[in-house]
């Protein structure tokens, strides 16, 4: 009886609209006046190996005029929901990259026999273009980078570059992000980026943890530029999510990889699953044995008005760092609707470094020997609950991440009367030595309810507790350093569609902050030791003046986006929000780096405040079977600007020292353009080409060193060609353009990467050879001159810096790896149709 009434309901709401799009008897049928209330879902995978294609264009046809009226993408998963289609007959589209286009119809979308205001298309194979799938083996043929409404996805696990690789190798393969010699992370050219691994903080040395982070535990990378109030606004230039891999295949599932690459490298990775009915039950981990070596030449020329000095250095380095982790975890399935998790991850490090300096003129050899050990543990705990109604949804997540590190740094040289070099690991008590415990705490929840079909409100709150605790025993004393930082904080999103083609998201972020750093010293005797003559005692003495310090504050981070369908393909987006850059550990901490080497001094700063910034960029986008294109601007606006290469000058016992350091100075803005391009003119035959642009001014600091002017670009590249029954080949190359800084210039430079990867046992097992620096000449090269004034003798000089570094050199590596198992996910929840579909707008990322 309720179907028949839903029956003649629509009937009558056609037949009205119909009359009433005919005014006087004139003007004809138009299908466009037809009511907008039909629904079409459907999950795309590949035919071969059944796994789902995520973001696969779906055009809706009419078949009246041959003109496409809506249209959308498939979700992660494959899957789409496309709402509000006028009421019609109609062909599906379905169009991906690399595969042959499928066409579905006649589809009637009218109530009644033989038609239906909602219908599911079902499960939709699609196959790869242009060749018999017994005469190829298949290399992944989605694209690795993809691009959504409101962030770019890079997929690691397609990119057989990355196997035997590290973080730092994936970071470097997404348009926009850059990681220099040094490991540092630079998004849009700024470095001030937040960094997550599964949805959470990076803690410790992030350089380090990214470094030594396999690849092949890698998932997935998100970058969001502009995130909204529901992220962290931690990060000037956006976040950058890192996802480890996570099994969640019905039975057992697994995967292992094996690198063995020159100079004694090798990696051993793997994961593995098993799912039955309501449990799931999941692990990874890895070990890694990463050498590397380089080193560099630095000149130094110091021009008074009657004299030229000139100091010259030649490097050589050895890095051996070890890792290894492990991650235990299970999913419980409640019911179809609420599943809980609970996992650990526990981590071991230990890192060696050896630096020789050849000083010349006077000529000597400075050795410096460091060596890091350290534990993560890491607990997480998640309830997730879809309800009876579409897209609602709570989330309620919890973790504790408990980080311990300990090291020393050994230095003597060839001018010292006695070394005191005991042997590997174990320090003499002249040696500097450091402790760290580091305690970080996240509780947080977040709550979905959508408003029919055009709105949704997404609220939630977030607690992070934070501790880091240093102690620095140097001489016969122990320098302490607590820093404590609370940030709660609670948000709320709403999202409304106006129509099927313009969207807008609006949100407000509210946090309180609660920071406080003490510094302590104390003597590991009555008597103490303290050395007068010592620049690094000095300058821990100094900070101990600055203590105790407090800075608690409150704000309100606003967020705006905007989406614009021009059709189906294309769109334009617009983001705005408020960000801020609070201090990391580094440089927080006010010891020394190294109490060693007195030619560069580098020291944190525990009393500094953050920054803030408005940021907003548009971007353009489109995607078509052979072609994806985006590009945008962005500009961003800085006060309290920190900066990171503070240069002070210290004269103590008559010497003057320069000392580096990290300080809030003044304001910054930013700009820059972004260029993106993935053609595909052949099944076999990938190009992806991507350039970054920007241009930074810093002004109104009182510090002039710090007030200045840089620009610069980096662009990538690749091309991958499959040839049939071989293999696929891909190279692949990075290019820093000129920069100009504040005081000099970086030079450009060139990077070459060359793989070769073949398949086996019905694509099971995969061998990858990879060249990294095919063409052994990456390296940084920086040229400076500076005006400064002798703090001793009062006169102006010029120092001019000559510097060039390499941090590696061309290597060979051979990676294996062998995958068991039916990869085929299990839908369990409603929310794993999520994503964007139809004309709207969803930014629930």
């Known amino acids: ?51 789902p ?40 589209i379905v169009e991906f990259i690399g595969y042959e286009k499928v066409s579905i119809g006649p589809i009637k979308l009218f109530p009644g026999d033989g038609g239906g205001v909602e219908q599911d298309l079902g499960t939709i194979a699609m196959e790869l273009s242009a060749v018999q799938m017994e005469e190829v083996d298949v290399y992944g043929e989605i694209p690795n980078m993809i691009y959504t409404v409101d962030k770019r996805i890079f997929d690691a696990k397609k990119d057989m570059t990355l196997v035997g690789g590290t973080g730092s190798d994936a970071l470097k393969k997404i348009p926009s992000v850059d990681v220099d010699i040094d490991g540092n992370v630079t998004l849009r050219g700024d470095g001030n980026v937040t ?51 996570r099994g969640r295949f019905e039975g057992m599932n697994g995967s292992t990889t094996i690198t063995a690459g020159e100079y004694s490298r090798y990696n051993l990775s793997g994961m593995f699953n098993y799912r039955r009915d309501k449990l799931n039950f999941f692990t990874n981990g890895s070990y890694r044995l990463w050498n590397s070596s380089g080193g560099g030449n630095r000149l130094f020329q110091y021009i008074y008005p009657t004299v030229t000095n000139e100091n010259r250095q030649r490097t050589e380095g050895v890095r051996e760092p070890t890792s290894n982790n492990i991650k235990l975890g299970t999913d419980y399935y409640y019911n179809k609707n609420t599943m809980f998790t609970l996992a650990m991850t526990y981590k071991k490090f230990d890192r060696q470094n050896e630096e ?72 003499s008590e002249d040696d500097p030595y450091h402790k760290e415990k580091n305690n970080n705490i996240i509780i947080k929840s977040d709550y979905t309810h959508p408003f029919g079909q055009s709105s949704k409100f997404e609220a939630g709150f977030k607690s992070t507790i934070k501790q880091f605790k240093t102690d620095q025993y140097y001489l016969e004393s122990i320098f302490d350093s607590d820093y404590n930082e609370d940030v709660h904080a609670l948000y709320g999103t709403l999202l409304y569609n106006f129509t099927d083609k313009l969207g807008v998201q609006l949100g407000a972020r509210a946090e309180q902050a609660n920071t406080s750093a003490v510094i302590n010293k104390q003597d590991s005797d009555e008597h103490g030791n303290d050395d007068t003559t010592n620049i690094f005692l000095y300058l821990m003495e100094q900070a101990l003046d600055q203590s105790p310090f407090e800075n608690d504050y409150f704000q309100i981070y606003p967020s705006v986006n905007m989406l614009y369908n021009l059709n189906p393909t294309q769109r334009i987006q617009f983001g705005f929000s408020k960000r801020v850059n609070r201090p990391r550990r580094r440089t927080l901490t006010p010891f020394p780096q190294s109490t060693n080497n007195t030619s560069f001094i580098r020291r944190g700063n525990p009393y500094l405040k953050p920054e803030y910034s408005n940021v907003a960029d548009l971007n353009f986008s489109s995607n078509s079977r052979k072609l994806t294109l985006n590009t945008g601007v962005y500009y961003s606006h800085l006060t309290d600007n920190i900066s990171w290469w503070d240069r002070d000058y210290i004269v103590y016992q008559d010497t003057t020292y320069e000392v580096m350091g990290s300080d809030n100075a003044g304001k910054s803005e930013r700009n820059g353009i972004e260029f993106f391009v993935n053609y595909r003119p052949m099944p076999f035959i990938m190009f992806m080409m991507s350039l970054n642009t920007w241009n930074s001014r810093t002004y109104d600091s009182g510090e002039s060193d710090l007030n200045g002017n840089s620009k610069g670009y980096f662009a990538w590249g690749s091309s991958m060609i499959t040839i049939p029954m071989i293999g696929r080949l891909d190279i692949s190359g990075r290019y820093r353009g000129p920069m100009e800084i504040t005081t000099g210039k970086i030079n450009p430079s060139l990077t070459l990467n060359l793989s070769f990867q073949r398949k086996f046992i019905d694509n099971k097992l995969t061998m990858t050879i990879k060249v990294r620096d095919l063409l052994d000449n990456s390296n940084f090269s920086i040229e400076t001159e500076e005006q400064l004034i002798d703090l001793i003798s009062l006169e102006t000089y010029t120092r001019i810096m000559d510097a060039d570094r390499r941090r590696d050199k061309r290597s060979i590596s051979l990676s294996l790896s062998y995958s068991f198992g039916k990869m085929q996910q299990k839908r369990r929840f409603k929310s794993d149709r999520e994503g964007f579909g139809g004309g709207g707008m969803d930014m629930s990322y």
């Open 356 to 427: 020789k300096i050849y000083y010349f003129n006077p000529n000597y050899i400075f050795e410096t020997e460091e060596f890091d050990k350290g534990t993560d543990l890491d607990f997480e705990f998640g309830y997730y609950k879809d309800f009876a109604e579409k897209d609602r949804k709570l989330v309620f997540e919890a973790s504790n991440t408990i980080n311990e590190d300990e090291g020393y740094e050994h230095a003597f040289s060839n001018l010292s009367a006695s070394n005191t070099y005991t042997g590997d690991h174990v320090h």
């Open 53 to 92: 294609i995520p973001y696969a264009s779906i055009s809706v046809v009419s078949m009246r005029g041959n003109e496409v009226v809506t249209g959308g993408i498939t979700n992660e998963i494959g899957s789409f929901d496309i709402k509000e289609i006028p009421m019609g007959m109609y062909n599906v």
């Open 1 to 51: 009886m309720n179907a028949t009434i839903k029956s003649i309901t629509y009937i009558v709401l056609i037949f009205s609209t119909i009359l009433l799009s005919q005014p006087g008897g004139r003007g004809g049928f138009n299908p466009a006046n037809m009511p907008k209330i039909g629904v079409l879902q459907g999950v795309v995978i590949d035919s071969a190996s059944t796994n």
């Open 195 to 245: 960094i997550l691994l599964d949805g959470r903080p990076m803690r410790g040395d992030r350089r380090s943890m990214v470094e030594d982070l396999p690849a092949d535990m890698i998932d997935r990378i998100e970058v969001i530029t502009n995130p909204s109030a529901k992220y962290d606004p931690d990060g000037m230039a956006g976040i950058i999510n890192i996802i480890l891999k």
